[in-house]
Every structure is written in C-alpha cells, then in structure tokens.
C-alpha cells in the first residue's frame, strides 16, 4: 500500500502506475518546500523591515501584511514551479518521454509577390 496524504492506495492501482510513490513523494516535497520558503519569506521580510522602521515608518500591522502578502507570492511561485517539475517526473515515468515546454513557432505568413487583388478583384499596385 501506498500512502497519498491520508488515503491509502489500493496495490492494483499502485501496480499499473508504478511511479505512483515517486509522485508522491514529488508532491510532498514540493509542497513542503513552498511552506517553508513561505515561512522563512514572512520571517525574513519582517526582520528587513524591522531594521528599515526608520525609513519606512508603518505600524505593525502593515509591516505584517507586507510580509505575508509578499511571501505568499513568492512561495506560490516556489510550489507552483516544483509542482511543475513533479508533474513532467509523472510523464517520464508513464511515458517514457519529458514534454516539451517549449513554446510553439509561429509559422511566418508568406507575402505574395506579385500584385495584391482586393476581396472585389481589383488588381493594387
């Protein structure tokens, strides 16, 4: 059996997804990772602003919303890029192939080299 939060998972299923565990196991740290970067964000944005209480003189309160606000941000940024990278491991591992993230070309339009008609038929120069 194979733990995914607090669910079990049955072995038939584990056995037809055999990179299930490593999946998890992705996810867990993932989430983990955005957690703490989330934690030590609010932590470390409120220590600079401590120490720059002279040039930026706000309450506490907005000293704490600042904090949490950015950190926040950045640490939905952190999980979202290792959730990414969780999820191209669950491709690899079920496919044999990593996607291509790349974004598409964009086919280049080919102009008309003689002389352009309008939609009526008339001939422009």
């Known amino acids: 059996m ?25 996810q867990s740290h993932a989430f983990m ?8 964000g ?3 944005l409120f220590v600079i602003q401590k120490a720059l209480q002279k040039r930026l003189p ?3 309160q ?3 919303l600042i904090s949490i606000v950015a950190a926040s941000v950045g640490s ?4 979202r890029w290792e959730t990414q990278k969780c ?8 496919t044999g192939r990593v996607p291509d993230r790349s974004p598409p070309e964009v086919p280049k339009l080919e102009e ?11 001939v422009m120069e």
């Open 87 to 94: 999820t191209d491991l669950w491709l690899l591992l079920e």
């Open 42 to 44: 609010t932590a470390g």
């Open 33 to 40: 990772k955005g957690t703490g970067s989330f934690i030590f």
């Open 112 to 122: 008309p080299t003689g002389p352009k008609k309008t939609v009526y038929g008339d």
């Open 76 to 79: 939905y940024a952190v999980t």
């Open 2 to 26: 194979v733990n995914l939060g607090l669910t079990k998972v049955d072995d038939a299923l584990v056995a037809k997804h055999p990179g299930l565990e490593r999946y998890a196991a992705c």
């Open 62 to 64: 907005w000293n704490l």
């Open 58 to 60: 706000y309450t506490l």
